[in-house]
């Protein structure tokens, strides 16, 4: 089992540590070692950890000979932070309310929000694109911060660690005084503060990553975000898309790894104790 696990973290390690060494290689001696993935060259790619001559050329192209990078990169950051705060106040109300509340047709609409989260994007896209399109949200930032802000799973995820808050608990707070505003800021709120990180983190991961939906609804090459920078880099330019990977990468794993420990306590736990 242990060989398993370890055979498992080289599989998902080895890409990245191939993709920061890239990253540190000239553009000759990355043409040299993947040109029979390029097609410049025949046989077989050689995949090093170790550049013969390291230079930072592929970052000082990015950081200092491309602005387009920096207006791309705010672009990414407006639209995660945008999502992220949508998700936290309606996502955690939606969450609390299907969590804590009864009502008609409750179980039905917790399904559709299911089914909604198992339909890929491309199912969704046609209706997306027009109730946008209603909204006059087209190209433009709030579009995509909408879709993005209400999407389902970090509902899911949230709503699973709510049902795990104690009845018990509500019932002492309700004979306190306590109403349901209090309830949800005072008992819902710290109680399920590791899964709303870990939808958070999943949020920010998704919003950030995202190339479908800005190239489907972004028109306006200023208002690209990050994440399609790399499709748009022509193929002999293999050093620059080293470099843009790896900084486009980066936020992505900062925030993983900061937030690990509530993610896992988020993805694995199914109730929080009395």
């Given amino acids: ?7 498992f973290i080289l ?13 540190f290689m000239g553009e000759d001696e990355l043409i040299l070692k993947l040109g029979a993935i390029l097609g410049t060259g025949d046989g077989y790619a050689e995949l090093t950890l170790t550049p013969i001559y390291p230079t930072l050329k592929a970052y000082v ?4 000979d491309t602005p387009e990078f920096f207006v791309m990169f705010w672009n990414s950051v407006k639209i995660t932070a945008g999502s992220l705060a949508v998700q ?10 299907f969590a804590k509340w009864e ?3 409750k179980k039905a609409l917790l399904w559709l929000y299911i089914v909604l989260m198992l339909m890929p994007f491309q199912v969704l896209m046609l209706s997306d694109y027009l109730v946008l399109q209603r909204l006059n949200l087209l190209d433009s930032h709030l579009g995509l911060i ?7 799973f970090p509902v899911f995820i949230m709503y699973r660690f709510f049902c795990g808050i104690p009845d018990d608990v509500m019932e002492a707070a309700r004979l ?25 983190i999943l949020g920010f991961l998704e919003s950030w990553s995202m190339i479908e939906q800005p ?6 090459k200023s208002l690209w975000p990050l994440s399609i920078l790399l499709p748009e880099i022509e193929s002999g330019s293999i050093g620059f898309a080293f470099g843009v990977s790896v900084l486009t990468f980066l936020p992505a794993l900062l925030i993983f790894l900061n937030g690990q420990e509530y993610l896992e306590k988020g993805i694995s736990a199914s109730q929080v104790k009395q």
């Fill in 1 to 7: 089992m242990e060989a398993l696990i370890l055979l």
């Fill in 11 to 23: 599989v998902m390690i080895v890409p990245v540590c191939i993709l920061a060494a890239g990253s």
């Fill in 61 to 64: 192209e990015v950081l200092l």
């Fill in 88 to 97: 936290l106040i309606f996502g955690t109300l939606a969450a609390w309310g």
């Fill in 103 to 105: 009502f008609p047709l």
């Fill in 146 to 152: 909408l879709l993005c802000g209400f999407s389902t």
């Fill in 176 to 200: 306190d005084g306590a109403g349901d505003v209090k309830l949800f800021f005072y008992i819902g709120l710290p109680l399920g503060k590791s899964g709303i990180f870990s939808a958070m």
């Fill in 215 to 220: 190239m489907t609804f972004l028109k306006t």
